[in-house]
């Protein structure tokens, strides 16, 4: 079973900047991502990465600021996050994804992390 292990997360302000990594144990998955749960809202998803060379979806709140990368060699894979507002206060969690027939879900994902944004 695989266990995903996100951190990175902070305290930055708005305009600011972050790098989040999340680290795999166990058996590794093709397609990674991350989404995020805002308080008092629905998880929501942020990128979803294939390892195949398809390339990665990310979410329109994100597109352009936010950019996925992989480190096969680590078990890794990282989030770095431009741009940030409040609006992107949010705990971050990595997973397991795959394009479903009304989007993107995931699954398997780890502890999160919290990432705040001041304004």
Partial sequence: QVQLVESGGGLVQDGGS???SCAA???TFNTVGWLRQAPG???????????SGAGAWYGDSVKGR???SRDHSKNS?????NSL???DTAI?????CWAGVNGYEYEDWGQGTQV????
């Fill in 92 to 96: 971050y969690y990595c997973a397991k």
């Fill in 41 to 51: 809202k629905e998880r929501e998803g942020v990128v979803c990465h294939s390892s």
């Fill in 18 to 20: 972050l790098r989040l």
């Fill in 25 to 27: 144990s166990g058996r």
């Fill in 85 to 87: 507002t409040p609006e």
């Fill in 77 to 81: 894979v990282y989030l770095q996050m």
């Fill in 66 to 68: 936010f950019a996925n």
């Fill in 116 to 119: 705040t944004v001041s304004s």
